[in-house]
C-alpha cells in the first residue's frame, strides 16, 4: 500500500525567504513521486517528478525537491520565494502497475510582503 | 494549458439527479484518470482506464460509473446524486510510453443543492 503524509497544511514565508514543503511517503515499491501545484479556481500542475535516476529533481519556476529513500521523504524546495507562488502544493505517490495517483492533503503555501 | 479539456466547468443540480462529466485527453493519450477532490476527503483517485479498458478502481461509489469511448475521450456519470457529491472532478491523461506522469484537466465543479 502507499501513502502520503505533507506535513503542515498551512504555511507562511516572507517574500524572498527559503521554502520548504514537507512530504513523506510509505511504498511497498519503488516509488514514482510528483509535486502539484493548484492555483485558487485551477487544476493541478506539474511542478516536478521523480521516477528513477538522479535523486534531486529540478522543477518549473525555481522549485527542486529531493527524494532521500533512507528518510522516505521528497521534501520540496525554493531559495528565494515570490507573492506569485502562494499556492495549494500536493505531493503524490504511485508506482509501477497502475500507476494512480495517493495524494497528500495539501500545503497551503502563503507568501508574506 | 496541459492539453487536457474537461466540461462542462460548473454544474448545479439537485439531489437524486444524474449529471455526465464529459473529459478529452491530451492528443495521442489512452490513459484516463478520473479525481475527486472534496474538503472532507481531499484528492481521492476514482477509476482508470487505458484504450477503453477499465485498468484501475479506487474509491468510487457504486452509483458512479465511468467508460472511455474509441476515440479516447471518458465520461464520468454521477447518479443518485446526494449533497455530499458536491465536489471538484478531475480527469488526468497519460502518454501510453509514460504512464508514470499525469496531466490535470482544469476539473469540473459539482454543487448538489
Known amino acids: 500500500a502507499q501513502s502520503v503524509t505533507q506535513l503542515g497544511s498551512h504555511v507562511s514565508v516572507s517574500e524572498g525567504a527559503l521554502v520548504l514543503l514537507r512530504c513523506n511517503y510509505s511504498?511497498?515499491?519503488?516509488?514514482?513521486l510528483f509535486w502539484y501545484v493548484q492555483y485558487p479556481n485551477q487544476g493541478l500542475q506539474l511542478l516536478l517528478k521523480?521516477?528513477?535516476?538522479?535523486?534531486l529533481v529540478k522543477g518549473i519556476n525555481g522549485f527542486e525537491a529531493e527524494f532521500k529513500k533512507s528518510e522516505t521523504s521528497f521534501h520540496l524546495t525554493k531559495p528565494s520565494a515570490h507573492m506569485s507562488d502562494a499556492a495549494e502544493y500536493f505531493c503524490?505517490?504511485?508506482?509501477?502497475?497502475?500507476?494512480?495517483?495517493?495524494f497528500g492533503t495539501g500545503t497551503r503555501l502563503k507568501v508574506l510582503a | 494549458d496541459s492539453g487536457v479539456t474537461q466540461t462542462p466547468k460548473h454544474l448545479i443540480t439537485a439531489t437524486g439527479q444524474r449529471v455526465t462529466l464529459r473529459c478529452s485527453p491530451r492528443?495521442?493519450?489512452?490513459?484516463v484518470y478520473w479525481y475527486q477532490q472534496s474538503l472532507d476527503q481531499g484528492l481521492q483517485f476514482l477509476i482508470q482506464?487505458?484504450?477503453?479498458?477499465?485498468?484501475a478502481k479506487g474509491n468510487i461509489l457504486e452509483r458512479f460509473s465511468a467508460q472511455q469511448f474509441p476515440d479516447l475521450h471518458s465520461e464520468l456519470n454521477l447518479s443518485s446524486l446526494e449533497l455530499g457529491d458536491s465536489a471538484l472532478y478531475f480527469c488526468?491523461?497519460?502518454?501510453?510510453?509514460?504512464?508514470?506522469?499525469?496531466?490535470f484537466g482544469p476539473g469540473t465543479r459539482l454543487t448538489v443543492l
Open positions: 488526468a491523461s497519460s502518454a501510453s510510453g509514460k504512464l508514470d506522469t499525469q496531466y
Open positions: 511504498s511497498s515499491v519503488p516509488p514514482y
Open positions: 521523480y521516477t528513477t535516476g538522479a535523486t
Open positions: 503524490a505517490v504511485s508506482g509501477s502497475g497502475t500507476y494512480k495517483y495517493i
Open positions: 492528443s495521442g493519450d489512452l490513459s
Open positions: 482506464y487505458y484504450n477503453g479498458e477499465e485498468r
